[in-house]
């Protein structure tokens, strides 16, 4: 089975859990298992082979577990040092050994990406403004949503590349609200803009401008309001 393009990958609606169902139970974990151990190599390939069976061994998995359960799993290898939120998969290299701790692992990185997308979800859910949300409102709800999923993506364990999972988020909030693909590709550019760099965790102040351009982008309006009945929403926020 072919790898999903990047392209493809763009719009939120290609990995939300809410649109992709995933029947996960004890029998279908046993199944997966063995169709993994079966895959990987009796001998590995080690430096002096380049690793080429443990890569093989990951491109075969990555096929069965997106022809199985759909495309959205792209990202079960999406792992921290390549600056995604997967920490227990780390390429096929490192990940692939014996039969039994290989299934182990994928079994792992599978349920803890699809964990990533369902808390991802839920995120956007709670940040999105509302639908009858003045400009100036809208303004004030995009700020604090664009801060909050910055600082997501930085925490999510990310090692070198946490920047390029910071764009992807915030575009895939934006699809999640309704907006045009390419439409947020720009706004995530004119707010972010080579900004971030990777290796080098942004300061509080620079999330913060960042979260200003992005809202100003996209409503032409100032976000900060200091209403008090948002102090509530504010403090929930916070603590996630």
Known sequence: MPR???EAMRHWDACDPDRHPFVWDEDEEARLRSLVRAWVPPVPSGMAGWWEGERWCERQVDAIIRERYGAWTW???WCHSSGGPVGTWAGGPSSVTTPDETAERVVAAL???????ERTARRFAELAPPADASPEDRSWHLERACVRLVTYAVDSGADNAWCGQTSRVLNWFLTSTGMDRAEAERAVERAIGGRFRSWVPPRRTLIDSVGE?????LTGRDPYRGHREREALEELHDRR
């Open 75 to 77: 990202g079960w290898t």
């Open 111 to 117: 349920l803890e990406w699809r964990t990533w997308l």
């Open 213 to 217: 351009d992005f809202a100003v982008g």
């Open 4 to 6: 999903m393009p990047y």
